[in-house]
């Protein structure tokens, strides 16, 4: 089986490698060439110049790219997807989309013959390196059961949650869930600190409590206490993500006015810490506003 | 050692039970004293008339009410608990209450010789009636030292978090997280729904990513997604809760938008789903808004 | 010069009614077609039965329909504007609508020689009634200028906001300010209620304070205070308004959460209070929540 | 008749100067002595170096201080009000001040045989100056009209609103609503720039229609288009004042959202504009989230 994979970000890399790695062939190919380059080296795959290029003999193209209209992007054109993908291939699209896009993807690809799934997936960068994502995926069964091996080269877990868009919705949900998790753990623990609370104890509690989240038990003691804010993820991405859920809850008419608030403070912070802050530092907004560490 | 134990409601009851099935010396009081009765008469401890009564010949006074004036309105007058607490006892209030009441509280008590803690605990009727409550404890450490074998009846985890008052202080952060991932997990699901995502999956994807909670895990899955929403614990105190910990913030100048919004949204919903709501039933609130069940 | 109008509601009635008393030769047309017929029979107009038919030899076509998208559902089709309207001819929407829309609008007319501005307008019906309208125009000076002679028949005051959808973004926000200034209002005046304050001396002095707002020296005394609610303008549409501003908002990265809150509680007001609902009633939503009454 | 005046800040300068003007016998206090000097050696009043000594022979006090913990501070102890006041005296208390500490500072006095009416104003500086400030008044009505005379020297209305702390209420209710129109008339203008819509224009449609607020009318076009920002009235006070109306609907169980964030908002602003910003600052504030000057 023919693997394209386009995207070689922080989380498209490791998992091309996992196929690479697998023995599957493999073509890959990322806007800027040289990071293709260089992983085409150094994992014995095909580097390809265009994604018209990198589609032709692929059977499965997976794409992961920072948001859906930049998949949409490669589609046209004389380089773009469509002129290179053979009918019967498969787009899997990774990247943490939006479903209106993925649904324009899907009707543009299907006169041709390109069947199309949306394939998000959770579990970070080191998910991925191990092998270890989840994937959530919109798209027709039978489509999914045809490309499950190679999901199952970066993935221990695929859940199959609706058509079109639906993996895309669960992945902006999740991501709300995060960010409103990450914003209220901020505001509650400076409120600790400011009580001159131990912030240790006060999470020994928590997370043995019903106000535990991920948030609590893993991003804020390994990253924040530790005042280590490694970069992996970036919150203008996460940003992004919720701002998906958020409109999708408003074309819904589902009053959400906790979402609607956290997005327009990630917004807010977005333009305060930047395009390459991590997502965890909307912490740092947070001790900003309270004039104070939370450690 | 002798223990009085006032406050026998939904908490309150189960652990003094197992307090009284150690074998320790039980006196219970209760406002509606045939709750006392019934259960000295079921577990074979005293049951006093007043709060006085109560207090006479105990090392340790515990209450378990539902907010901090209430206990603090227990203090003064002939029957009060001042009146019958002898010098070098401990007044351990496992109330989830305000810090500025208890300090108030200590302060009454110091002149008498009375020692106080402020041990609000976690874990629900379930923990309390297996004895695996965590206890998060404000107060000198000696003190509590002393208290250690009483608390060991009912809980599993004590946690010494600070001078009086940040026992509260934590209790009221957790509870605050409780409302808020339980209020956005609901907008998150009714989008969802109304996207036509099946549920079950979507949450089978969370629960392994970022955005999971206990919420997510647990109540969500058990007590909405079956429709059960038992009545385990009322909206109406963690209502009050967030406000303890919405009201910290602001008193210590932390800006605490999505919480003080939280807190406002649980007003709004105490008032519409009324003083005998389970907390979990916010959820109610948004499927209104929005026109559809979570299931 | 002939003169067509499409959309006779609330407004657009008497916006058309003083253009026919001007003795302008005009055109009407109506959805439901028997308020067209009766609106010509009482004003000596034609009734036209379909757009293409009203359009017809008309040097003016004015529209005033509940949103964009009808207007821009009336263009194509046989029966379609764009199939009566001659070249030179000027489309005038006065619909409260949204720029991205009546930039569609423009660029579907173009190709025909069709001009286009969007000309919201603000005054309420009896505004529409003395022609004392205010009317926001985005588009061509020119343009502009060849229909004031037109406008001139309902308003007294016209101002050139900027290129197309500008009318549109100016109407939009100051619909925004308007919900806001009413909810936040309700929320202030309940709570003077609830401490016992005479809510009409208050206004007395905040309507000689800063604190005033065409909100609290109009609305609340003529309708809240008397308890009249005529309903003149639906909250529905204030609902869909703020919805225009809130997502001009998002789309130009402001955050401006005041808004977006204010927006989604619109949102819940719509679901609650139902379609027919008069806007000044999002009051009572909060007199509801608070459990008092603003008298 | 003897006034004493105690607390020549922005507001309180001119008053005191209008009551100097008008013949009556006026001793002044300032914490910071020189500035009482400075005014007696300007004015010819007397000059006190404290509190008792300003109360003495006065028969009304006025005091026009930041907050009402100011009021309370000065009332006890060998220099303090209470020392000093003889019985049938009134304190008029001009702060702009919360209920509650004005209720514990009538309560204080009762036993003095001294009078209180809370008694905040409005009109700025300006008004001030011009002697046509608006008072609220809380307190009984015949202890007003015993001061109307002393009230008249600087105000054009005066609005008795209820009992001991109505006056409160209403001007905090008039500056939430202040700071809530200044904050969202920065986000819908923000908005309208980045549309590239010209802000003179949209205010002129605005400030004709139904969206129309004193912020809108003066505020904006005399501080903000001309980048003015005169330090008139400080942010930190109106923080301070919608913190007081935000409070007031908790403690009155009135769910106030929009109300609530904005001041949380505005505490957000206190700390990035410091102390001695201007009430209009908040929306330079709104221009940095934005990345666009309102002009």
Redesign the interface.
């Known amino acids: 089986m023919n693997i394209a994979f386009l995207g070689l970000g922080a989380i498209g890399r490791p998992m091309a490698a996992r196929i690479a790695a697998a023995g599957l062939t493999l073509t890959v190919w990322n806007r800027t060439g040289e990071r293709a380059e260089t992983f085409a080296a150094e994992h014995g795959s095909r580097h390809a110049l265009t994604p018209a290029d990198a589609a032709r003999d692929a059977d499965v193209v997976i794409t992961c790219l920072p948001e859906s209209h930049h998949v949409y992007g490669l589609l046209d054109g004389p380089d773009g997807l469509i002129a290179g993908l053979k009918r019967g291939a498969t787009l899997v699209d990774c990247t943490s989309g939006d479903?209106a896009t993925s649904r324009k993807i899907q009707a543009a690809l299907a006169p041709h013959g390109v069947e199309f799934i949306d394939a998000p997936v959770?579990?970070?960068v080191s998910g991925a390196e191990k092998g270890t994502l989840?994937v959530?995926v919109g798209g027709d069964a039978n489509v999914l059961d045809g490309v499950r091996p190679v999901l199952a080269n970066f993935s221990t877990?695929v859940?199959?949650?609706?058509?079109v868009?639906?993996g895309d919705?669960?992945?902006a949900?999740?991501?709300?869930?995060?960010a409103?998790?990450l914003?209220?753990?901020a505001?509650?623990?400076?409120?600790?600190v400011?009580?001159?609370?131990?912030v240790t104890?006060?999470l020994?509690?928590?997370n043995?409590?019903?106000?535990?989240?991920?948030?609590?038990m893993n991003?804020i003691p390994e990253r924040v206490l530790t005042r280590a804010f490694p970069r992996t993820f970036k919150l203008a991405l996460l940003e992004k993500d919720i701002?998906i859920?958020a409109g999708?809850?408003?074309d819904?008419?589902?009053?959400?006015?906790?979402?609607?608030?956290?997005?327009?403070?990630f917004?807010?912070a977005r333009?305060?810490l930047g395009e390459l802050a991590d997502h965890v530092e909307i912490v740092k907004m947070?001790e900003?506003?309270?004039?104070?560490e939370i450690k």
Do not use: Y
């Open positions: 479903p959770s579990g970070g989840t959530m877990k859940v199959h949650c609706g058509g868009g639906a919705t669960v992945k949900v999740n991501q709300a869930f995060l409103i998790h914003l209220s753990a505001e509650g623990l400076a409120t600790l400011k009580e001159g609370v131990d104890a006060a020994e509690v928590i043995a409590s019903s106000g535990r989240s991920n948030s609590s991003l701002g859920a999708l809850a408003r819904n008419r589902v009053p959400a006015p906790v979402t609607q608030l956290t997005a327009d403070l917004r807010v333009g305060e947070v900003v506003w309270a004039g104070v």
